[in-house]
């Protein structure tokens, strides 16, 4: 919902004429008509790395336009993880600038502006910049990128009434995670504005030569975090600006130098400084008069330093790039992993954690526990030496037949306290039923995936079989038949290899499912040692964390299952496919025991 903000007056001051000046009121842009293309590059294909904080960058641009500036929303292009099709089409190409942002536009009654956060690369042969699709490679961006001159080129042929473009992109071929381009030494380029590119004004995150860096306290781009600081206002202070209202940006040039530049020198001891491109009087935001929540701005968590080494005592656990599950998932850390805590987050049950390369994510706090705690010495005891229960025999595909899974048990309908409490907890059994279904979904899913796999194996077993026969009767070689069949078994067994890799998606939903139910436990227990909470209220507490902890229990169960049924089945496709190798070879030779592959005779 696109907040009314109160039409700001700007005052401008005019030069004092004889010692004695005259102050001239001027209005902010209206930007009803106002077109933006928002970008944020985060999950690349390939090997490429991540931009962590790219969908945070793109949400809080999107939020500063509409909410301060007034961009309606339906006027604004909002992509993430941009392919080249999909930026092709919002900004044109080199035989046409009429892309969909021309679409948009009402000729010299719009303002664009144009934000980007994602890889940028040199060109190793023109030397241009890119701006680096998703589906892109950084080795090839003259094919699969887009130009950063063709961008400016197109932007400046539009009618608009000012161009305005935040890159929060680097072009040295470098990233926070380390080279883009392989086996190749930084190529040092920058894309200058188009002679034809009057009235654009460009901001960029850092010089041809240096790495645009990340603020992971804030979780933005280095780049956007302090730009949004400087239009929220913070430019238009002392000693950066006059005060008038106004975010002009030569005040926002001297924020950024000063301030953007200090923080990556003192933190990661490079130098970084904007580029910016532009009339220094051009006005680029506005200060409300009053506060302007743009949640995607501010850090919404404090965090108490800590340093300590824990353990995953779950089977499997997610960590997020913020504390809660609403966050993105960044990896999945198995049972018994060691991992550095670095930090507890205040007035929440999540812990800060360091990954491999530096990288900075949150666990729910749970999860982890301490070395020396008994959930955690079982958990780093070699699974050689644990001890499994007995288990009756079982098929190779499917954890238990599919009439033994124990349904999940159905939350509780107690009758709430009417307390503040009770209230509460009447809201979280709307949660316990959440997690009942989920639950539900995850077996119904896992019984149709072992009945999919069982009718694999059969049918590869009994198409290989009857190969084996005719072979085994004699049979010309390079029979056609023979080979049409062996095609048939080739294609089951690969449809049986595709259930593994559902498997594995099943197993991360399950992650996700057991993280929920966790927290919904933690969330009830919590209740009872609040002031106010009544004897019911505690008797209703008890009956919903029953229910919850036996899913919890079918959940690592589930888990548990996928986990040998994935390893199982990985091991027999893979011997499966040298078989077909041999069948084949007797195929061509026309007897199941020919020709020696070991000897060739």
Wanted: hydrophobic share 40%; aromatic share 6%; proline share 6%.
């Amino acid at each position: 919902m696109i907040m009314t903000i109160q039409r700001l007056i700007l005052i401008w001051g005019l030069a004092l004429l004889a010692g004695i000046g005259a102050a001239h009121a001027a209005e902010p842009p209206d930007h009803r008509h106002s077109v933006a293309v928002v970008i944020g590059n985060k999950t690349y294909k390939s090997r490429i790395p991540e931009v962590a904080y790219a969908h945070r960058d793109a949400e809080a641009m999107k939020a500063y336009l509409t909410q301060v500036l007034g961009y309606r929303e339906a006027n604004i292009i909002d992509l993430r993880d941009a392919t080249q099709a999909e930026m092709t089409s919002a900004f044109g190409n080199e035989r046409s600038h009429e892309g969909e942002i021309w679409s948009f536009l009402r000729p010299g009654k719009s303002h664009v502006t144009v934000f980007y956060s994602g890889h940028g690369v040199p060109g190793q042969r023109d030397k241009r910049g890119y701006l680096l699709p998703v589906d892109a490679n950084p080795d090839t961006p003259e094919i699969n990128g887009y130009p950063v001159d063709v961008l400016y080129e197109n932007l400046s042929k539009l009618e608009a009434a000012s161009v305005t473009v935040y890159l929060d992109a680097c072009f040295s071929g470098e990233s926070d995670q380390g080279m883009l381009i392989r086996s190749a030494s930084p190529v040092f380029v920058q894309a200058s504005l188009p002679e034809a590119a009057g009235g654009l004004t460009v901001l960029t995150a850092a010089r041809a030569d240096q790495i645009a860096s990340w603020d992971e306290e804030n979780q933005h781009g280095l780049f956007t975090w302090h730009l949004l600081q400087a239009l929220q206002g913070a430019a238009d202070k002392k000693p950066f600006g006059n005060g008038d209202g106004g975010v002009t940006v030569a005040e926002t040039r001297a924020y950024l130098d000063e301030e953007m530049s200090y923080a990556a020198r003192r933190r990661f001891r490079r130098k970084q400084t904007a580029s910016v491109q532009g009339t220094g009087e051009t006005l680029l935001g506005v200060v409300p008069t009053e506060p302007v929540e743009v949640a995607a701005l501010a850090p919404s968590f404090a965090v108490k330093e800590m340093d300590r080494i824990m353990i995953v005592g779950e089977t499997r656990v997610n960590t997020r790039s913020g504390p809660g599950t609403t966050f993105d998932k960044i990896e999945v850390l198995s049972h018994g992993t060691e991992i550095e805590v670095t930090g507890k987050v205040a007035a929440k049950n999540w812990f800060r954690v360091e990954l491999a390369g530096g990288r900075t994510a949150y666990v729910f706090a749970p999860l982890l526990s301490d070395i020396s705690s008994p959930k955690a010495k079982s958990a780093s005891k070699p699974p050689e030496l644990l001890t499994p229960p007995p288990a009756p025999p079982r098929p190779k595909t499917a954890s238990k037949p599919p009439e033994l899974l124990t349904p999940p048990p159905a939350p509780p309908k107690p009758e709430a306290s009417g307390t503040f409490v009770g209230i509460d907890l009447s809201g979280l059994q709307a949660k316990s039923a959440q997690l009942h279904s989920r639950v539900k979904g995850l077996q119904g899913r896992f019984l149709q995936l072992a009945r999919r796999s069982e009718e694999d194996k059969l049918r590869y077993h009994s198409v290989v079989a009857g190969i084996e026969s005719r072979l085994k009767q004699g049979s010309t070689p390079n029979n056609p038949i023979l080979f049409a069949q062996w095609n048939e078994a080739q294609a089951v067994l690969e449809q049986f290899a595709s259930s593994l890799r559902v498997m594995s998606n099943l197993s991360n939903d399950a992650a996700d499912d057991a993280e929920f139910g966790q927290i919904l436990i933690n969330s009830v227990q919590a209740y009872e040692n609040y002031s106010g909470t009544t004897d019911k209220d505690r008797r209703y507490s008890k009956l919903l964390q029953e229910p919850a902890h036996q899913n919890l229990v079918l959940i690592n169960r589930l888990m548990n299952d996928l986990a040998q049924d994935i390893r199982r089945g990985t091991t027999y496709v893979a011997n499966e496919r040298q078989n077909l190798t041999v069948l084949a070879l007797a195929i061509k030779n026309g007897e199941l025991f020919g020709t020696s592959l070991a000897t060739g005779q």
